[in-house]
Nanobody, 120 residues
Framework: VQLVESGGGLVQAGGSLRLSCAASGSIFRINVMGWYRQAPGKERELVAGISGGGTTYYADSVKARFTISRDNAKNTLYLQMNSLKPEDTAVYYC???????????????WGQGTQVTVSS
């Protein structure tokens, strides 16, 4: 399975971005997918996740601002990010799991990451 993210960039605080993650290869292996982020000097953290059936999970820091979705017909995962804050600045990674838990140590596939920078 290969994951390729796109959609990152520089945006002012309060602005919006939409990240995409295109999956290819043996996608039948994928169940849960998620977005993670890593800021400089910090550990990689879970932002949002979604099951094959559409059940979603959000970190408290992004609830009501970010929306995760997946288009199974297009094999693409999305993250709509609204009301962005400078603290959202990080490299955002797409991850896919053969299992059913959003445990970062259990991620089977990772994208290369896309930079999101929010200026104040």
């Amino acid at each position: 399975v290969q994951l390729v993210e796109s959609g990152g960039g520089l945006v002012q605080a309060g602005g919006s971005l939409r990240l995409s993650c295109a999956a290819s290869g043996s996608i039948f292996r994928i169940n849960v997918m998620g977005w993670y982020r890593q800021a400089p000097g910090k550990e990689r953290e879970l932002v949002a996740g979604i099951s094959g059936g559409g059940t979603t999970y959000y970190a408290d820091s992004v609830k009501a601002r970010f929306t995760i979705s997946r288009d199974n017909a297009k094999n693409t995962l999305y993250l709509q990010m609204n009301s962005l804050k400078p603290e959202d600045t990080a490299v955002y990674y797409c991850a896919a799991f053969q299992g059913y838990e959003l445990d970062i140590s259990q991620a089977d596939y990772w994208g290369q990451g896309t930079q999101v920078t929010v200026s104040s």
